[in-house]
């Protein structure tokens, strides 16, 4: 479900983007327990705010995520953000791909066939009040 709402489904891989570190946490455990991806496989992409140092925010996502720099292939600034001052909780948002096609049709596949079954046991069960 959590793919269906969040992941990439209009490029030929699997991806997806999250300022949440707990989300992230679990897409990755998810690809690494459920698919046995290799860690090396992944790569991340940060897109960070004008005043966000990307030195750090590459230390804290490749420490949150115990994800080796060398993962981290692309910084984007967002210039629209130039002289506004974030937050310091906020640390950008972390795209993780890991290039498999197959485990996105996978997840958007289960998340579609979750979803279908809801509605079905569901949908007799309301009553108009």
Not at 42 to 61: G, S, T, V, Y
């Amino acid at each position: 479900m959590l793919y269906l709402g969040e992941g990439a489904k209009t490029t030929d891989e699997t991806a997806i983007g999250s300022s949440n570190p707990l989300i992230l946490k679990f897409f990755l455990a998810i690809l690494k327990s459920v698919y046995n991806l290799d860690v090396q496989k992944i790569r991340c992409e940060l897109n960070l705010r004008a005043d966000q140092d990307p030195e750090k925010m590459k230390h804290f996502w490749a420490k949150t995520l115990k994800l080796p720099h060398a993962n981290f292939k692309h910084i984007n600034i967002d210039r629209r953000t130039v002289g506004s001052r974030t937050y310091p909780y906020y640390k950008g948002v972390c795209h993780i791909k890991c290039g498999s096609v197959a485990i996105q049709r996978k997840l958007t596949h289960i998340g579609s066939l979750f979803c279908q079954r809801v509605i079905e046991n569901n949908l007799g069960t309301w009553r108009s009040g």
